[in-house]
C-alpha cells in the first residue's frame, strides 16, 4: 500500500496553491477594474455625445426618458452646458427601468432614430416636456408620432430606423452597461468617472470642477 | 530549470511565446470581462452558429478563460496544460473565423477585442495561426525557462508531483 501519496504530490499541490491564488487574485483585479471603470470607454453614438471631445469636465448620463427626475436633471444638465460651452462634454445613455416605465425601451429608439436624423435633442427635449402624455398611456403610439411631426423628422426613414434590429440593440447595450456599472436608479451621472445619483449630486460632484477651471 | 546563460535559442522564444500570448489572451480577456457581456454575446451570434442562449455562456465565460490562461502561461505554472487548452481555444476560434470567411457572413467586428478594436477576419485568421504557433512553443519547451513549474519542482522534497499534462 502506499501511504505517502500527499508528500509524493506535493509539488503538484503547491501549483494548485498558486494557481488559485493567480485566479483569485486576476478575478479580483478584473472586478475591481470594472467597478473603478477603468475597462475600455463603451462610446455613444456621436448624436448622443455634445460637446468638446478634450473638454475638462465628462459627464456621463443615464437616463430614462419616462421618469420625472430624469426630466428635472435633463434641464439642469442642459444649463451646465450653457453655462460652461467649452468646457463640458456630454455623454447620453439610456437606461429605461422597463419594469414600471413600458414605453421607455420605445422612446429611447425613437430618440436615437431621430438622432440619425440629426434630431436627437429636438425628440428628446418633445419626450421629457411632454413626458406626462405618453409615459403611462395605454397605447402612446400616436402621441410618438406627433411628436415626429414637430421635430420634422422623416417619417419612413424613422420607420426603417425602428424597424432595424441594431437600434433596439444599441438601447439594450446601454442597459447592459448600466447595469455593470451598478446603476440602479435614474438619473445616474459619471462625472468624470465619479458616480453621482439625481441633479443634487452632480451639482455637488461637478461644482469644484467648475471652480477649478476660473 | 536551466539557467539563463545556458539556454537555447529555442527556450529564448518559447519564453518570449508565453509572454505574447499572455500580452494577448490577457488583454483580450481583460477587455471583454470589462465591457457589457451581451455586446461579446452579439459578437458571437453574429457567426450564426450557436443559440442566443450559448453565446451568452460563452460571453460569461470565455474572457475570464482567456485571462487565466494568459497569467498561467506568463508564470509558466501548469504551462503543458496552459498552452495544451490555449491552443485549442485558438483552433475553436480560427474554425469559427474560417467558416465566416467561407459562408461570407457580414461580420463586421470578430469580437476577439470586445468592441474595442477589430481586425478584417483575414488579419484575424493569421494572427490566430501565429497565436498558435506559439501555443506549440509554450507547449513544447515553455516549462523550461523562468517558470514556476520549474521553480516549484526544484523546491527541496517537491520533485514527486510534476504536472501530468
Given at each position: 500500500?502506499?501511504?505517502?501519496?500527499?508528500?509524493?504530490?506535493?509539488?503538484?499541490?503547491?501549483?494548485l496553491a498558486?494557481?488559485?491564488?493567480?485566479?483569485?487574485l486576476?478575478?479580483?483585479?478584473?472586478?475591481?477594474?470594472?467597478?473603478?471603470?477603468?475597462?475600455?470607454?463603451?462610446?455613444?453614438?456621436?448624436?448622443?455625445?455634445?460637446?468638446?471631445?478634450?473638454?475638462?469636465?465628462?459627464?456621463?448620463e443615464?437616463?430614462?426618458?419616462?421618469?420625472?427626475?430624469?426630466?428635472?436633471?435633463?434641464?439642469?444638465?442642459?444649463?451646465?452646458?450653457?453655462?460652461?460651452?467649452?468646457?463640458?462634454?456630454?455623454?447620453f445613455?439610456?437606461?429605461?427601468?422597463?419594469?414600471?416605465?413600458?414605453?421607455?425601451?420605445?422612446?429611447?429608439?425613437?430618440?436615437?432614430?431621430?438622432?440619425?436624423?440629426g434630431?436627437?435633442?429636438?425628440?428628446?427635449?418633445?419626450?421629457?416636456?411632454f413626458?406626462?402624455?405618453?409615459?403611462?398611456?395605454?397605447?402612446?403610439?400616436?402621441?410618438?408620432?406627433?411628436?415626429?411631426?414637430?421635430?420634422?423628422?422623416?417619417?419612413?426613414?424613422?420607420?426603417?430606423?425602428?424597424?432595424?434590429?441594431?437600434?433596439?440593440?444599441?438601447?439594450?447595450?446601454?442597459?447592459?452597461?448600466?447595469d455593470?456599472?451598478?446603476?440602479?436608479?435614474?438619473?445616474?451621472?459619471?462625472?468624470?468617472?465619479?458616480?453621482?445619483?439625481?441633479?443634487?449630486?452632480?451639482?455637488?460632484?461637478?461644482?469644484?470642477?467648475?471652480?477649478?477651471?476660473? | 530549470?536551466?539557467?539563463?546563460?545556458?539556454?537555447?535559442?529555442?527556450?529564448?522564444?518559447?519564453?518570449?511565446?508565453r509572454?505574447?500570448?499572455?500580452?494577448?489572451?490577457?488583454?483580450?480577456?481583460?477587455?471583454?470581462?470589462?465591457?457589457?457581456?451581451?455586446?461579446?454575446?452579439?459578437?458571437?451570434?453574429?457567426y450564426?452558429?450557436?443559440?442566443?442562449?450559448?453565446?451568452?455562456?460563452?460571453?460569461?465565460?470565455?474572457?475570464?478563460?482567456?485571462?487565466?490562461?494568459?497569467?498561467?502561461?506568463?508564470l509558466?505554472?501548469?504551462?503543458?496544460?496552459?498552452?495544451?487548452?490555449?491552443?485549442?481555444?485558438?483552433?475553436?476560434?480560427?474554425?469559427?473565423?474560417?467558416?465566416?470567411?467561407?459562408?461570407?457572413?457580414?461580420?463586421?467586428s470578430?469580437?476577439?477585442?470586445?468592441?474595442?478594436?477589430?481586425?478584417?477576419?483575414?488579419?484575424?485568421?493569421?494572427l490566430?495561426?501565429?497565436?498558435?504557433?506559439?501555443?506549440?512553443?509554450?507547449?513544447?519547451r515553455?516549462?523550461?525557462?523562468?517558470?514556476?513549474?520549474?521553480?516549484?519542482?526544484?523546491?527541496?522534497?517537491?520533485?514527486g508531483g510534476?504536472?501530468?499534462?
Amino acid at each position: 500500500m502506499k501511504i505517502p501519496a500527499i508528500k509524493d504530490n506535493r509539488a503538484l499541490y503547491r501549483k494548485l496553491a498558486a494557481a488559485a491564488a493567480l485566479v483569485f487574485l486576476a478575478t479580483l483585479g478584473t472586478l475591481l477594474a470594472r467597478h473603478l471603470n477603468l475597462g475600455p470607454e463603451r462610446a455613444a453614438p456621436a448624436f448622443r455625445d455634445t460637446g468638446p471631445a478634450g473638454a475638462p469636465i465628462v459627464i456621463e448620463e443615464f437616463t430614462d426618458f419616462a421618469c420625472p427626475a430624469c426630466r428635472h436633471a435633463y434641464s439642469g444638465v442642459k444649463e451646465i452646458k450653457k453655462a460652461y460651452p467649452g468646457a463640458v462634454r456630454v455623454i447620453f445613455k439610456h437606461y429605461p427601468l422597463t419594469n414600471i416605465h413600458p414605453w421607455s425601451v420605445e422612446a429611447a429608439m425613437r430618440a436615437d432614430c431621430a438622432g440619425r436624423q440629426g434630431k436627437f435633442e429636438e425628440y428628446a427635449n418633445l419626450l421629457f416636456e411632454f413626458q406626462r402624455d405618453w409615459a403611462m398611456e395605454r397605447e402612446p403610439g400616436k402621441i410618438f408620432d406627433e411628436y415626429v411631426e414637430k421635430a420634422g423628422l422623416d417619417r419612413a426613414a424613422l420607420d426603417a430606423c425602428l424597424a432595424d434590429p441594431g437600434t433596439e440593440r444599441l438601447v439594450r447595450g446601454d442597459m447592459a452597461e448600466g447595469d455593470m456599472r451598478g446603476i440602479n436608479a435614474t438619473p445616474t451621472f459619471f462625472v468624470n468617472g465619479r458616480r453621482a445619483v439625481g441633479l443634487g449630486q452632480l451639482v455637488d460632484k461637478a461644482r469644484p470642477l467648475i471652480i477649478s477651471l476660473k | 530549470m536551466k539557467t539563463l546563460k545556458a539556454a537555447s535559442f529555442a527556450q529564448w522564444a518559447a519564453l518570449a511565446g508565453r509572454a505574447a500570448l499572455c500580452l494577448v489572451l490577457a488583454w483580450a480577456g481583460f477587455l471583454k470581462a470589462a465591457a457589457p457581456a451581451e455586446e461579446f454575446a452579439y459578437a458571437i451570434e453574429t457567426y450564426r452558429l450557436f443559440p442566443s442562449w450559448m453565446a451568452t455562456l460563452a460571453s460569461l465565460t470565455v474572457p475570464w478563460a482567456e485571462i487565466y490562461l494568459g497569467l498561467l502561461l506568463f508564470l509558466g505554472l501548469f504551462t503543458r496544460l496552459s498552452a495544451a487548452l490555449t491552443g485549442a481555444l485558438l483552433l475553436f476560434f480560427q474554425l469559427l473565423l474560417g467558416q465566416a470567411m467561407l459562408r461570407g457572413l457580414p461580420i463586421t467586428s470578430c469580437g476577439c477585442f470586445g468592441t474595442a478594436r477589430s481586425n478584417p477576419i483575414g488579419v484575424e485568421l493569421g494572427l490566430n495561426f501565429l497565436l498558435m504557433a506559439l501555443a506549440f512553443l509554450a507547449w513544447s519547451r515553455g516549462r523550461d525557462l523562468l517558470s514556476l513549474d520549474g521553480a516549484i519542482e526544484s523546491l527541496p522534497s517537491g520533485g514527486g508531483g510534476k504536472e501530468r499534462s
